[in-house]
T-cell receptor
């Protein structure tokens, strides 16, 4: 069974540009989460989808971040326009409905110059 | 609000020595507790979890952790370190004892194993 995959693995962009990160969860997992780790700090929750609906987006930093999960399968996280403080590693995780174990992808390392 | 404190951002042990990584949490209700490990250039992998059953939890690769409610702790141990244990370890909690909850992480502890 394939695990959670994320694309790209690395992205380097200039301040003000737009970047879109993609996450493909494990097949059949209704729950999809986005987390972010800024260098030197803890991994922080961004948002949670149940199928295509946003269950909890309390961790989204501001309106420059837009997450979608059309059709309840893969998800995208768009940052527009990117700022220097957006640099970090973005993790995606998925889990079965009502399950307590989340399975993480390898992350996307975003660098904003 | 829940929080997790991992004492020691870096821990160094000799191969064959005891590994002890500390995790304390604050929560108004008993949470679920997790330890994840991240090997270089890989994603987070679940080591073990406490979900209100046995307080001593055994995980993969010889690791175990004990939930101590009175101390609000969930320390991770392994009797004998192996070189392959070198990685970053994260303790995490969920706000309540339920599924499909967001995780609140500690800052992580990097474990170095010396030959």
């Amino acid at each position: 069974e394939a695990g959670v995959t994320q694309f790209p693995s690395h992205s380097v962009i200039e301040k003000g540009q737009t970047v879109t990160l993609r996450c493909d969860p494990i097949s059949g997992h209704d729950n999809l989460y986005w987390y972010r780790r800024v260098m030197g700090k803890e991994i922080k929750f961004l948002l949670h989808f149940v199928k295509e609906s946003k269950q909890d987006e309390s961790g989204m930093p501001n309106n420059r971040f837009l997450a979608e999960r059309t059709g309840g399968t893969y998800s995208t996280l768009k940052v527009q326009p990117a700022e220097l403080e957006d640099s970090g590693v973005y993790f995606c995780a998925s889990s079965q409905f009502l399950a307590d174990t989340q399975y993480f992808g390898p992350g996307t390392r975003l660098t904003v110059l | 609000a829940q929080s997790v404190t991992q004492l020691g951002s870096h821990v160094s042990v000799s191969e064959g020595a005891l590994v002890l990584l500390r995790c304390n949490y604050s929560s108004s209700v008993p949470p679920y507790l997790f330890w994840y490990v991240q090997y270089p250039n890989q994603g987070l992998q679940l080591l073990l979890k406490y979900t209100s059953a046995a307080t001593l939890v055994k995980g993969i690769n010889g690791f175990e952790a004990e939930f101590k409610k009175s101390e609000t702790s969930f320390h991770l141990t392994k009797p004998s370190a192996h070189m392959s244990d070198a990685a970053e370890y994260f303790c995490a909690v969920t706000p309540t004892q339920g599924g499909s909850e967001k995780l609140v992480f500690g800052k992580g502890t990097k474990l170095t194993v010396n030959p």
